[in-house]
């Protein structure tokens, strides 16, 4: 069963998360879903400080953990908290699902650093095709761009597969 406190029972689509470092593969998958998900990227660098640091700020995201003691913490100082108790990113999503995210995979968050996408100009995907080599096929493909990472987005293959890895577990139908 997954635990929780301080009003969160079901979530809305809009909510706003933040991951502890144990639950980055569980981030980039809000992130692929189009949720605001914080997660080490936008921590001070690693130290002992780290789990006070996820206590006293970001209250307007609910805390994300497999770490009782900071899960209690964070309640404690009345800020919405969720104990994931899965070992497995598919677990992670089921327990999740149970409050209502949804897990759909859309072009509206940067995987790597939650910056919003938009969609990429002519200038900016030369750019990113020439530095990474993508070939003139990228160039017919509808494209996104993160500001921040300079990286370009689309549906291709893998598209495919995360769809299939939702069916697959049960948190999409199947088509």
Same mark, same amino acid.
């Given at each position: 069963?997954?635990?929780?406190?301080?009003?969160?029972?079901?979530?809305? /689509?809009?909510?706003?998360?933040? /991951? &502890?470092?144990?639950?980055?593969?569980? %981030?980039?998958?809000?992130?692929?879903?189009?949720?605001? +998900?914080?997660?080490?990227? *936008?921590?001070?660098? %690693? *130290?002992?400080?780290? &789990?006070?640091? @996820?206590?006293?700020?970001?209250?307007?995201?609910?805390?994300?953990?497999?770490?009782?003691?900071?899960?209690?913490?964070?309640?404690? %100082?009345?800020?919405?908290?969720?104990?994931?108790? *899965?070992? *497995?990113?598919?677990?992670?999503?089921?327990? @999740?699902?149970?409050?209502?995210?949804?897990?759909?995979?859309?072009?509206?968050? /940067? +995987?790597?650093?939650?910056?919003?996408?938009?969609?990429?100009?002519?200038?900016?995907?030369?750019?990113? %095709?020439?530095?990474?080599?993508?070939?003139?096929?990228?160039?017919?493909?509808?494209?996104?761009? /993160?500001?921040?990472?300079?990286?370009?987005?689309?549906?291709?293959?893998?598209? $495919?597969?995360?769809?299939?890895?939702?069916? $697959?577990?049960?948190?999409?139908?199947?088509?």
């Amino acid at each position: 069963m997954v635990e929780y406190r301080v009003g969160v029972e079901r979530l809305a /689509c809009n909510e706003k998360f933040v /991951c &502890d470092r144990m639950l980055k593969r569980l %981030a980039k998958w809000l992130r692929l879903s189009g949720y605001d +998900t914080l997660c080490d990227e *936008s921590f001070p660098p %690693a *130290s002992s400080k780290e &789990d006070t640091y @996820l206590v006293l700020n970001f209250p307007d995201r609910i805390l994300l953990t497999r770490d009782r003691e900071l899960y209690n913490r964070r309640i404690e %100082a009345n800020m919405p908290a969720i104990l994931i108790k *899965s070992n *497995s990113v598919e677990g992670q999503m089921k327990e @999740l699902a149970k409050f209502g995210v949804k897990f759909y995979p859309v072009m509206k968050r /940067c +995987t790597l650093c939650n910056t919003p996408l938009r969609r990429a100009k002519e200038e900016e995907i030369k750019e990113v %095709a020439e530095r990474e080599n993508l070939g003139e096929h990228i160039l017919k493909k509808e494209l996104w761009y /993160c500001e921040k990472c300079r990286k370009l987005y689309w549906t291709g293959g893998h598209w $495919k597969n995360m769809l299939r890895f939702l069916r $697959k577990i049960g948190l999409i139908d199947e088509e």
